[in-house]
């Protein structure tokens, strides 16, 4: 299974002194421990990581370990202009992580942020023959992290 981590969700899945922690020791340990792989790429969402630099290590570590999918930046990028023509909404500002999800076809997204759940969910907004993600965003959503929810860039 793969999932995408927006990156307002990177301190709670990967800083144990985070507040959010608790909810997201079953994605770090899934990704640690079991089958998880973290998918990512594309120029916007390369720039955030960049500029949360704690995670960046994070991310050079799990690519050494076989747990990153790196995903085309310019097939992201496309994606993201694409959906970012569709929506004209002051509120959404993560058109990226549509397109990393719509490029790679990864069924799962963790974040914490509200406001952009109603865009996620927005099937418009995905290509046609492409399911919108389901969504973890709490502990209560650790079923999500099974064999069923593995896209095919991460087998």
């Not at 949360?52 to 570590?61: G, H, K, Q, W």
């Not at 370990?65 to 790196?70: G, L, M, Q």
């Not at 004209?88 to 500002?93: E, I, L, R, S, T």
Request: charged share 30%.
């Amino acid at each position: 299974m793969c999932l995408v981590i927006d990156t307002c969700a990177l301190s709670g899945v990967f800083n144990p002194e985070n507040s959010r922690h608790p909810d997201f020791v079953p994605v770090n340990s899934w990704i640690y421990k079991g089958k998880g792989k973290v998918v990512y790429g594309g120029t916007r969402y390369i720039r955030e990581l960049e500029r949360a630099d704690r995670y960046l290590t994070v991310f050079v570590e799990l690519g050494r370990i076989n747990k990153a999918v790196k995903i085309n930046d310019s097939a992201v990028d496309k994606q993201e202009r694409r959906v970012s023509q569709k929506v004209n909404d002051k509120a959404f500002d993560d058109a990226h992580l549509i397109a990393i999800l719509s490029v790679s076809r990864c069924r799962l997204i963790c974040t914490t942020e509200k406001r952009a759940i109603p865009f996620l969910k927005d099937s418009s907004l995905y290509p046609k023959g492409v399911k919108r993600p389901k969504i973890y965003s709490r502990r209560e959503h650790r079923d999500l992290l099974c064999d069923a929810n593995i896209a095919d860039c991460c087998r």
